[in-house]
């Protein structure tokens, strides 16, 4: 898989599952294709999220410390990466669990981190970056794409320079919300090339608007050699554009691919099974939609305000919300959609419509962004009058006189009652109860998914949770399964 041609990075265990399944792949669904994937010549493989540690402890039962190295173990050409934005997404978190959270990833396995700051703000981008080169994990920057009065070409130009400045060896240039099109790939790849100093640049980006494909083409076409894709079922619809489309586009166009499809086809319909059995969703291409540049809200996210308003009565509102959206984002000061700015707009727009009156009632977080709290420009850049407003509150006079906790990893342990546990056990308690982390240790180790490959198996499986019999024997050859009520002989 060396020499020139256009490499991939997959985001089907990471970004795939998050933006279709809501993050609900398990360890034991990875764990049976991991060893493929890394023969099949991805320049990286992206694993995790710290979005995902809640999810795997408090839902799926697993511990995602395990997820890395159980991947790793498996996953030993291909560099396993890291989405790498904060620690805990809704909280103000100290920098020293973030180091914390970084080294016992660089521990487990991971070798690479895309590095998001919401804002494209250069002293967020330093001391992660600094961060990441301390432990040992290679830094890509994340150049987040947003549409707006305020996202214009000298933007980007200067955003592009003061990521550029820190001399990392890779940049991306990230659309999360699927808002690229190809028109604006045009314009805007020049653009990050010319300020890039000669760092490699790769694309990220979504089909929320149907045309990520298409955009990854004409990047190509303009000189970006890596793309991000995912693996049908979990690409297209919110999630990435799937790697066979736009491989085999790439070699219409007379680009080589660096890439081996034929192993990931079986990787394919291995997740293609999983989906099928659990009822997840199977992504599939979107139609344009124009209102998506508009309010700019990621998929995910509406149906979370549908059930904001729902809870209310209010659902047949949403449209009047998706318009509120698009006033309060503006007021902010044209903050980037993604998380955690993208849910601020979206739960004060839905407060706004359910209270009747705008900004009579505020969340705590958008206290702390008019505060500045949540990043300098934000404070700076929102509307004078709506600032006044959110400040002249009681509780507004009780956060100006906060200050952010700046404490060590030692002093989070003896306020968490946490001296005697383990750094990643730590890591797990910041964002989840005692409880909730015995009850998924309880659940025991992951345990490999069984799919189409294993037809016995499966067939043996589902017989187990059947009550309507006292005894079934399967017969081939000379070899005889009898299934009885609690037990399984052979």
């Known amino acids: 898989m060396n020499g020139d041609g256009i490499k991939f990075v997959d985001t089907t265990i990471r970004d795939g599952h998050q933006s279709l399944w809501a993050e609900n792949m398990t360890t034991g669904m990875m764990l049976p294709v991991a060893e493929r994937m890394d023969r099949a010549g991805f320049d990286a493989i992206e694993l995790i999220s710290s979005s995902h540690l809640k999810k795997c402890v408090r839902e799926l039962k697993e511990d995602p410390w395990a997820r890395v190295k159980l991947m790793r173990q498996r996953v030993t050409r291909t560099p396993l990466r890291l989405n790498a934005g904060r620690f805990s997404a809704f909280d103000i978190t100290p920098k020293s669990m973030y180091r914390l959270f970084m080294e016992r990833m660089a521990a487990n396995g991971i070798r690479e981190a895309r590095i998001s700051e919401e804002w494209n703000e250069l002293e967020g981008w330093r001391w992660k970056t600094e961060v990441a080169r301390d432990v040992g994990i290679n830094p890509v920057l994340n150049l987040i794409y947003s549409v707006s009065p305020k996202h214009t070409d000298e933007y980007f130009a200067q955003r592009t320079r003061d990521a550029a400045s820190l001399e990392v060896n890779r940049l991306c240039l990230k659309d999360p919300g699927g808002l690229l099109t190809p028109d604006r790939v045009k314009t805007l790849v020049p653009i990050v090339f010319e300020n890039a100093n000669g760092i490699a640049v790769e694309l990220h980006t979504h089909c929320t608007t149907g045309l990520g494909p298409l955009c990854c083409l ?4 303009l000189g970006i050699k890596i793309v991000n894709t995912a693996l049908p079922p979990l690409s297209d619809g919110s999630s990435n554009p799937s790697l066979f489309n736009v491989a085999k586009n790439l070699r219409a166009l007379g680009y080589p691919t660096l890439i081996d499809e034929e192993v990931l086809k079986p990787v394919s319909e291995h997740f293609t099974f999983i989906a099928k059995r659990e009822g997840f969703p199977i992504g599939m291409p979107l139609e344009y939609d124009y209102t998506q540049y508009q309010h700019q809200i990621p998929g995910g996210m509406i149906s979370n305000l549908r059930h904001q308003l729902r809870k209310v009565g209010l659902e047949h509102r949403i449209d009047q919300a998706l318009q509120e959206t698009m006033q309060v984002r ?20 839905a407060i706004n419509v359910i209270v009747g009156e705008r900004y009579k009632e505020v969340t705590d977080q958008i206290i702390q962004y008019a505060l500045g709290y949540w ?29 952010p906790p700046e404490q060590t990893v030692a002093e989070v342990r003896k ?76």
């Open 218 to 221: 004409e990047a190509v076409k």
């Open 330 to 349: 503006a007021e902010l000061g044209y903050p980037i959609m993604v998380t955690p700015l993208s849910q601020f707009v979206g739960s004060q727009a």
């Open 375 to 403: 990043g300098r420009e934000g404070a700076e850049l929102l509307d004078p009058t709506v600032k006044a407003k959110i400040l002249d509150r009681p509780r507004a006079k009780e956060w100006a006189q906060w200050q």
């Open 415 to 490: 306020k968490m009652n946490a001296e005697a546990v383990s750094d990643e056990e730590l890591l797990l308690r910041w964002n989840l109860s005692v409880e909730e982390i015995e009850t998924m240790r309880a659940a025991g180790a992951p345990k490999e998914y069984l799919t189409a490959r294993q037809p016995l198996i499966n067939l043996i499986d589902a017989l187990s949770k059947r009550t309507d019999y006292r005894q079934i024997v399967i017969q081939k050859g000379e070899m005889v399964v009898s299934l009885n009520r609690g037990s399984t002989s052979t």
